[in-house]
């Protein structure tokens, strides 16, 4: 797999690029000298649980026969303090599903997908970060 990243804005506005010509653009905080050209990378990496997980989530909801009308997530983070690089300490995800979906089968698949199958929840787990999940169904 090779990304590439791009300076395509003045100071820090990157654009990213898959493999497929896929892009997203990146730029550091205003309180850093960011001009809003796109996410700050850390929140990229939340965007990549969320992505991770929700795939998950969807595929084992399928396979259990539920049927989804509608699929949300709230991801929320807490970085440490007075460190450089500061890292992900504490993450919480709220995963509101709507449709003809068990409580049961939501918290089995939500579990799986956090717990066992999301490579990028297990890339922050190994960095130290407590992630923490709750699923809301029909609410």
């Known amino acids: ?6 300076l395509t804005q003045p100071e820090f506005g990157f ?3 898959d493999e497929a010509g896929k892009t997203i653009t990146m730029d550091t905080s205003p309180a850093d ?10 929140q990229a990496l939340l965007m990549g649980l969320g992505g ?5 989530v969807v595929s084992i ?3 259990k026969r539920q049927t989804l009308t509608s699929f ?16 992900w300490e504490k993450i919480h995800v709220v995963f509101y599903l709507s449709g003809d979906v068990g409580e049961e089968q939501a918290q089995h698949a939500v579990a799986l997908s956090i717990d066992k199958y ?11 970060c ?10």
């Open 1 to 6: 797999m090779t990304i590439d990243v791009d």
């Open 15 to 17: 654009t990213a690029t």
């Open 33 to 42: 000298g960011g001009k809003g050209y796109g996410v700050r990378p850390m």
């Open 52 to 56: 991770c997980s929700g795939i998950d």
């Open 61 to 63: 909801l399928k396979k």
């Open 72 to 87: 949300k997530m709230a991801i929320s983070g807490e970085r440490e303090q007075g460190k450089v690089p500061s890292l």
């Open 118 to 128: 999301c490579s990028v929840a297990e890339t922050l787990r190994r960095a130290g």
């Open 130 to 139: 407590a992630i923490t999940w709750e699923v809301k169904v029909n609410s």
